[in-house]
């Protein structure tokens, strides 16, 4: 390896924080007090449920990472090694749609809580203006290359993980001072309990679904394999203590039944003006949200870019997304469009509803996961890492997933559908225009 090279190597901390970055994002700030209102105190168990299917689906990224460390795709990068262009076409679009619309709902998130402490108030144009400024700059972070990205999002995330152990502290010292008015966790394992558990986990599953991003960057994490293994298990387990923390301090602080009829984006902030809280924790919250939406932008325009190259990579798309920086190890066209696109979608209506379209992509994308294992699996394939307790936690991941997406909203469920069917057309389209030799395959003897 060339000294150069390996200057632009990115350490297991900064790979760390491109997937902590892109999962402590501003989920944890808004949906955790969504999940509280669907499943009382059993949210706790939501969390701790899709944080096990997370483990699963980062040790299964951990041995296709390890098998493939050269590609930049991801689970699209997996999916067209295993299975070829249809398969790979339809999982690297639906990818990459998820990824941008998460630009510009995280982004229109950070310019909502920046406007809202600005000027005290979300209205006017001020959300999307702060939203448009935020890709800007993070889009030039990231023009920077990888490293700098990746040492940006470090310093994001150890801000953000930082605010949000200081509320998990308060919580601890307002339990203390008044022993006798904390509220009592109840928790029921009752049908209609259950059913709240499975409603809470769907939504607090999109709160997970970041760590996918260090598997863009695979081959520019020191030590290899074993350090990109390192780096996504670190980023979930992080993501999984620092979640159940702050829901229990939550829990600790007001009772679960104030959440039944919550309506802010900010609960934590919610939270500590019932809890009679300083003023400067109240600030810190917010800036800690604002801090959570800007590391996960960026995560979301890197890990979206390199998506692009890899699948101009390998001609699914024009060459125009193959311009590579091979200096600062960037895909330039592809951080420009991701930005543009971003912006965009930032004046096309409701952005969350376009976003819960895009997570039936997400959901799609991590079935395909436990796909590729069993595929390479089969062959024989292998690779310096594999994930343990195969094929058991495959199929329990797999089965939770499936039962994810049975909890979508059904509009959503028909929308995503016909999405695939648009997707499949534009391939045969685009194939039949190229020529391209059809391939027959006997499913059967």
């Given amino acids: 390896m060339r000294m150069g090279e390996n200057r632009n190597k990115v350490g297991i901390a900064a790979a760390t924080a491109v997937g902590l970055g892109a999962i402590i994002g501003a989920g944890i700030f808004v949906l955790s007090g969504t999940s509280i209102a669907l499943a009382g105190a059993d949210a706790l168990f939501a969390f701790i449920i899709v944080g096990i299917v997370a483990i699963i689906i980062a040790l299964e990224l951990g041995e296709l990472g390890s098998l493939l460390p050269y590609v930049r795709g991801a689970s699209y990068s997996y999916t067209y090694k295993a299975f070829g262009s249809e398969l790979g076409f339809i999982t690297g679009i639906l990818r990459y749609m998820a990824l941008t619309v998460a630009i510009s709902a995280i982004a229109l998130g950070f310019g909502s809580y920046l406007s809202n402490l600005v000027f005290g108030s979300t209205l006017g144009s001020y959300p999307i203006l702060f939203a448009i400024a935020i ?4 889009s030039l972070v990231n023009m920077l290359g990888v490293k700098k990205a990746a040492q940006t999002d470090l310093g994001l995330v150890t801000i953000k993980i930082g605010i949000l152990l200081a509320f998990v502290a308060f919580a601890v010292f307002f339990v203390l001072s008044r022993p006798g008015s904390v509220p009592s966790l109840s928790f029921s394992t009752s049908g209609g309990a259950l059913g ?3 409603a809470a986990s769907v939504v607090v599953f999109f709160a997970y679904s970041g760590f996918q991003a260090i598997s863009t960057i695979t081959d520019r ?35 679960q039944s104030a959440y039944a009829k919550l309506l802010t984006a900010d609960p934590l902030a919610y939270v500590l003006g019932q809890a009679h809280a300083p003023s400067w924790l109240l600030l810190l919250t917010d800036l800690g949200a604002l801090v959570a939406t800007a590391s996960a932008t960026i995560a979301m325009i890197l890990t979206s870019s390199r998506s692009l190259y890899q699948m101009s990579e390998d001609h699914l798309l024009p060459g125009f997304f193959r311009k590579y920086n091979k200096k600062n190890d960037t895909a330039e066209n ?13 004046f096309s209506g409701n952005i969350y509803i376009i976003a819960s379209i895009a997570n039936f992509g997400l959901i799609f994308n991590y079935i395909m996961i436990g796909f590729d294992v069993a595929h390479f699996r089969r062959l024989g394939v292998k690779s310096p890492f594999r994930m343990p307790l195969y094929p058991y936690l495959t ?12 909890g979508l909203d059904r509009a959503v469920l028909a929308i995503g559908v016909a999405l695939m069917i ?10 039949e225009i190229r020529n391209k030799k059809i391939i027959r395959v006997k499913l059967f003897n």
């Fill in 395 to 406: 199929i329990i991941s797999m089965a939770l997933l499936i039962a994810f997406f049975a």
């Fill in 221 to 255: 994490i020191k030590g290899g394999s074993a350090g990109y293994v390192k780096a996504i298990m670190s980023a979930v387990a992080i993501s999984i203590v620092v979640y159940v923390l702050v829901v229990l301090a939550m829990l600790m602080i007001i009772p």
């Fill in 422 to 431: 648009l997707i499949l057309i534009a391939y045969y389209s685009l194939r």
């Fill in 135 to 138: 890709i800007a700059i993070l």
């Fill in 334 to 346: 592809g951080i420009i469009v991701s930005a543009v696109i971003g912006i965009v979608m930032l």
């Fill in 196 to 198: 709240g558990i499975f």
